[in-house]
């Protein structure tokens, strides 16, 4: 069993900068890929960023590559999103996943064992 806590979300102007960080328990942490997932008001849960378990491959949405970075600690056990140059449209819930099985990120939900409660992340323009 895994439990995530979400951190880092607040309201911000456009331009600004946030990271969210994702803490993780258990002891098998660095053998899972870690995920990012945002939900706006409305509308259906979205592929944000994922990470593989050493860290070395990423993936991003097209909406926020170049914008957002996904790194990890694994001797933390912490997942972090660094979300730069932030809009409006990026207000949203944020979530962060673990997928315990193969270790190699993906951008589907459905892969995702494990979530956090969500931090909800406000841009006003």
């Known amino acids: 069993q895994v439990q995530l806590v979400e951190s880092g979300g607040g309201l911000v102007q456009a331009g600004d900068s946030l990271r969210l960080s994702c803490a993780a328990s258990g002891r098998t942490f660095r053998s899972y890929a870690m995920g990012w997932f945002r939900q706006a008001l409305g509308k259906e849960r979205e592929f944000v960023a994922a990470?593989?378990?050493?860290?070395?491959?990423?993936y991003y949405a097209d909406s926020v590559k170049g914008r957002f970075t996904i790194s990890r600690d694994n001797a933390k056990s912490t997942v972090f999103l660094q979300m730069d140059s932030l809009k409006p449209e990026d207000t949203a819930v944020y979530y962060c996943?673990?997928?315990?099985?193969?270790?190699?990120?993906?951008?589907?939900?459905?892969?995702?064992?494990?979530w956090g409660q969500g931090t909800q992340v406000t841009v006003s323009s």
């Open positions: 990470i593989s378990w050493g860290g070395g491959v990423a």
């Open positions: 996943a673990a997928d315990p099985n193969l270790g190699t990120p993906v951008i589907l939900p459905t892969a995702y064992d494990y």
